[in-house]
C-alpha cells in the first residue's frame, strides 16, 4: 500500500508541471479568440492591456495577500525596480506589441509566429548562463540548429501564402461583416503584424528570463506576481492615455465581447504569470514555452470554427518548420538538469 502512494506521489509530482503548464495554453488560446473578436469590433489593444492588468491585479492581490504575509521576502528598492522593468517587458510592450500584431493578422497566424519564444528564450537563456550549451555536444548543436530552424520558419509563416486550406466543418461568422473587412484588409499588413509578434515576443524572453533571476533573490510567487500585474497596470494605463489621447470614448465598455476578453484576459493574466513564475523554479525558462504548438493547434481549430479564419498551407508549412525546430531545441535540453536543484515536490 506505501509503494502504491509513494508511486501516486511520484507520478503527481513530475505530472504538475507539464498539467500547470497544458492548463496555461489552453486558457491563452480560448483568451486569443475572444480578443481578436473585441480587438476586430474595434477595442484599442492599448486600452485592452490597461483593463487586463487592472482586473488580474484585483485578483491576484488578495490571495498573495493573505497566504503569504508570513512568507513575503522584504522589498527593497532594487527589487522593486527589476519587478517595474518586468512589468514593462510582459504585460506592457509584449502584450501591445502582440495584441498590435494580432490586430493586423489572425489569431492562429499570431499564436503559430509565437512559436519562435522558445528560441529567442534559449538565445537570452544562453547569454546569460541560464541554459548549458557545448559545442561539441550533440544536444548543444541541436539547440542551436533548432533556433536557426525556427527562425527560418517564422519567415516561411510570412513570405508563404499557398492554396486556402477548407475544414469539413461548418464555419459560425460570429463577426459577420466585420470579419469580411478584416479578411480582405490583413494580407497587406501581414508582414506588419509579423515584425509586431517577432518584437512581442523578444519582449516576452527578455521578461521570462529576468523573472528567473529575480525568483532567486524574492521566492514569493504570489507576491511577485500581484506586484507585476499592479506596476504594470499603471505603467499600461499611462501608455493608453498617452496614445489614446483625447479619444475617452475608446475607454467605455459595455456586455459585449469588449468586457469579457478584459475580464477573462485579466483572469488568463495573473494565473499565467502565478503558473510561469512556478514552473520557473522547478524547470528552468525554456520549459515554460515549450508547449506553445499545442495553442497553435487549438486555435486553428477554434478559429476557423468561430471567427471564420483562413488557413493557408504555406503558412501551415511554415508553422510545421518552427515546430521541428522548437522540438530540436527541446531535445538538445532534455538531459538538462532543473536550475539549481530547485524541482521539488510543492
Request: hydrophobic content about 50%; some cysteine.
Amino acid at each position: 500500500m506505501s509503494e502504491k502512494c509513494s508511486s501516486t506521489q511520484f507520478l503527481s509530482h513530475h505530472a504538475k508541471p507539464y498539467l500547470g503548464v497544458i492548463f496555461m495554453q489552453f486558457c491563452s488560446s480560448i483568451m486569443s479568440i475572444i480578443t481578436k473578436i473585441a480587438l476586430t469590433q474595434g477595442m484599442s489593444q492599448h486600452v485592452l492591456v490597461a483593463y487586463r492588468m487592472v482586473v488580474a491585479t484585483s485578483l491576484i492581490a488578495p490571495f498573495a495577500i493573505v497566504l503569504e504575509r508570513k512568507t513575503r521576502p522584504k522589498m527593497t528598492l532594487r527589487i522593486f525596480g527589476k519587478i517595474a522593468l518586468l512589468g514593462l517587458f510582459e504585460p506592457v510592450i509584449g502584450q501591445n506589441l502582440y495584441f498590435t500584431g494580432l490586430k493586423c493578422s489572425t489569431a492562429t497566424f499570431t499564436v503559430a509566429m509565437c512559436n519562435i519564444l522558445p528560441a529567442l528564450t534559449f538565445l537570452m537563456a544562453w547569454i546569460f548562463r541560464l541554459e548549458k550549451v557545448k559545442i561539441k555536444s550533440m544536444r548543444s548543436q541541436a539547440k542551436i540548429l533548432g533556433t536557426i530552424v525556427t527562425a527560418g520558419g517564422a519567415m516561411c509563416m510570412t513570405l508563404l501564402k499557398g492554396p486556402i486550406l477548407e475544414f469539413p466543418w461548418k464555419q459560425v461568422r460570429i463577426l459577420h461583416n466585420q470579419s469580411e473587412t478584416g479578411t480582405h484588409n490583413k494580407e497587406e499588413h501581414i508582414t506588419k503584424g509579423a515584425l509586431m509578434i517577432a518584437a512581442g515576443c523578444f519582449s516576452w524572453s527578455c521578461f521570462i528570463i529576468l523573472q528567473a533571476f529575480l525568483l532567486k533573490s524574492y521566492p514569493a510567487e504570489l507576491s511577485l506576481t500581484a506586484l507585476i500585474c499592479f506596476v504594470s497596470s499603471v505603467e499600461g494605463t499611462i501608455l493608453a492615455l498617452a496614445i489614446e489621447r483625447g479619444n475617452t470614448g475608446i475607454w467605455l465598455l459595455h456586455v459585449d465581447a469588449k468586457l469579457l476578453s478584459v475580464l477573462y484576459g485579466g483572469f488568463v493574466s495573473c494565473t499565467a504569470y502565478f503558473i510561469m513564475g512556478w514552473l520557473m523554479k522547478r524547470k528552468g525558462p525554456v520549459f515554460v514555452s515549450s508547449f506553445n504548438p499545442l495553442s497553435m493547434v487549438i486555435i486553428a481549430i477554434l478559429g476557423s470554427f468561430f471567427i471564420a479564419e483562413e488557413l493557408f498551407l504555406g503558412r501551415i508549412v511554415g508553422a510545421i518548420v518552427i515546430v521541428i525546430g522548437l522540438y530540436m531545441v527541446l531535445w538538445g535540453r532534455s538531459n538538462d538538469q532543473s536550475p539549481s536543484g530547485l524541482e521539488t515536490l510543492c
